[in-house]
């Protein structure tokens, strides 16, 4: 075979090495071009999916500084971007005692237990571009990328994605509702405050009428005073008015009223004084709720809800206090506290009249400060409650009562205020046999939203 003919050969082998080569190549640039399509579809409909999410999300590097986030959350903070900006300055209101803890969560490894990428949500307080202030619930997850080949001292790069839940609109329902809630409570009192009013307002109005009467009395025996001055000053006889003096003077009975005067002003200033006790009492319960917790006396509220519901179980039961006299003031809602009491009272009186006797029943309220915490125990000797019903006690709409008479709200309505917004307890212990004991304890201390940040900073 001569040379030519070798190389014509090699020729044909390497030009169909090269077709095949560039078959291949073909078919490659497709599956690639196709996943690039692909990926591109993907990502756009991710980024779709993203922005149209109702929550906003943000993502973050480990320094804070903002990487992308969604439309939700640029109109959730009322910000064209906040691309660049640092995610503290988004939450830097002064109700969150180290936001830090919360958004860079490395900082505090409690945060993340057992290497999780994700936690619970909270609630912060973050504010909007005007540095308007408004509630949100966030949940921080943690993503951790390939390493940076290029320069392994950079490590593994962590981005941090948050979900953010505007709660404004819902805070102002749920206090729509609490108001709702209180109004309700007062119309339910309202028959029974009106007679703690009307009491003391009878014998006030009996008390104006006998000081009307006395007056017009001793204005009469005064005119014949002045008539009498008036005659001596003229050298008149005197003997028939100072007659129609001692004659009135019997009639008046001088004696009774110098006695009785004073006891009718008294008894009618301490009616005054309790009717407005009352209506300052009901004018601070009817209040809202400013939704912040402020020192309050534990021991006070209970006596001024007590006050307002006095005729509610004043035929039922005997109320008996056990009210520890040093007790320091807790971080409370106070008017979400009393209405608590109230629903408790409620109950207990309810619970007395099914049982016992009118009058026979007995209510004792006691407070005692156990370490850092405020414990108040309400006991009555009422039907008791079943164990199986205990269970369900403060569950949303569980009620033992006809139908028509108890919505199921009241002790779920406490739950809520005692646990979910003061971070402390409420429990029932009770027997079938009867003395049922609903004990609260209530934190002394500023709780942060979460126990982890606690820990952290030895709060």
Known sequence: MSDLELLRRR???ERAARKEAESLLEKKSAEVYQANQQLLELAQRTKAIVDTAAEGIVTYNREGVIQSCNRSAERIFDRDSACGANIREL???????????FLIPDAC???FPDGSATREPVELVAQRHNHEPFACEISVGRTHHTPNLGNPSLGNPVTYTALIRDLSKRKLLEANLQQARKMESIGQLAAGIAHEINTPIQFVSSNLQFLHDAFNDVGELLDLFDELVTAVKNNATTDGLIKQINDRSELVDLP???EELPDAIAQSLDGIERVAGIVKTMKEFSQSSSGCRTPVDINQ????ALAVAANQYSDVAKICTELQSDLDKAPCMEDQFMQVILIVLANAADAISEHCEPGKGTILIGTEQIADRIQIRITD???GIKPEVQERIFDPFFT????GKGSGQGLAFAYDVIVNKHNGTIAVESTESGCTTILISLPLSHTTILTESQECMSY
């Not at 509220?301 to 001024?304: A, C, L, T, V």
């Not at 033992?400 to 139908?403: G, L």
């Open 11 to 13: 020729f044909d082998r």
């Open 91 to 101: 939450f830097a209101a002064p109700e969150n005692a180290e936001p830090i803890l």
């Open 109 to 111: 490894p409690s945060i």
């Open 256 to 258: 009774f009223l110098r």
């Open 301 to 304: 509220s209970i006596e001024k």
């Open 381 to 383: 000797n009422g039907c």
């Open 400 to 403: 033992t009562k006809e139908v």
